[in-house]
């Protein structure tokens, strides 16, 4: 998939799956259920801390914030943001906010807002999509363009897509595929479900975990411009322990450091 600089917080928006706030025992399931909880929940926050080259440059987080009425109907106001830290600010300063509203019956994005400030690089779109006519409107805040983009029956935003995974079975060894509105085009995208294997992180144990890679095409063009591998407990939850990128800028990670569910789904899964 293609990336930019700062696109850590972009790449672990499809991942990061809100579980409960406890560390899974290890286990070895030929494949994985679909998550215990798919859908949203007000109140879900998982924070996360991004390497570069091993070296530590900042922090994002998740958040399902509240639900609102978008178009006269209920949605999901979940927001993702990636800052850069103290340091890197110094030479690189990276700021991005992203906020998705998902329909609150059909999980399926009806707004996207991105706001990414990327050294001297600014882009603040809003992006509508209209299912029943299959547009997409864009808007750049930035220099007042819009742009209609023909959008296919089935797809998601890259916020969307996160929930939508969460809802697959999976099984080692197959694939699922999904299209994925990003930058004003569709992307047709195969998330490759490669074997179960042990991951072992300091301070917390040894963890069965599936890993799952995702490929785009573009117009039937694979777009690699860097590869994405996101380490998920092999278990109902699909908690993700690590995200790794390989890309032209040098390697980078994240790993989840932080953890806040609702107390009732807390209490549901916490023994």
Not at 99 to 117: A, G, N, W
Not at 160 to 180: C, E, H, K, T, V
Not at 195 to 210: A, D, Q, Y
Request: glycine share 6%.
């Amino acid at each position: 998939m293609e990336y930019v600089p700062g696109a850590v917080v972009i790449l672990l928006s499809l991942w990061l799956s809100p579980a409960a706030a406890v560390w899974p025992e290890d286990s070895s399931p030929a494949s994985i259920a679909a998550a215990a909880h798919p859908n949203p929940l007000v109140g879900e926050r998982l924070g996360f801390h991004g390497r570069w080259i091993g070296i530590p440059v900042g922090s994002g987080w998740i958040e399902v914030k509240e639900i609102v009425t978008i178009e006269g109907r209920p949605a999901y106001h979940i927001e993702v943001q990636g800052h850069t830290n103290e340091v890197l600010s110094t030479f690189y300063p990276i700021h991005d906010t992203i906020h998705s509203y998902l329909d609150v019956d059909t999980l399926k994005p009806v707004r996207f807002e991105k706001d990414q400030r990327e050294g001297r690089y600014r882009a603040h779109e809003i992006v509508t999509f209209d299912h029943q006519r299959a547009i997409a409107t864009y808007r750049s805040l930035v220099n007042n363009a819009v742009k209609e983009i023909a959008l296919p029956e089935t797809f998601e935003d890259l916020i969307s897509a996160l929930y939508w995974f969460r809802r697959q079975p999976l099984q080692p060894g197959r694939s699922l595929s999904l299209n994925i509105y990003t930058d004003e085009k569709i992307f047709h995208t195969e998330i490759e479900v490669l074997p179960i294997i042990p991951l072992e992180l300091l301070k917390r144990g040894t963890f069965s975990c599936v890993v799952v890679e995702p490929k785009a095409s573009f117009k039937g063009l694979l777009v690699k411009r860097g590869r994405l591998w996101a380490y998920l407990t092999a278990d109902e939850h699909r908690l993700p322990l690590l995200v790794k990128a390989t890309t032209p800028w040098g390697p980078m990670s994240a790993v989840l450091d932080e953890a806040s569910i609702p107390p009732t789904v807390q209490r549901k899964n916490t023994p």
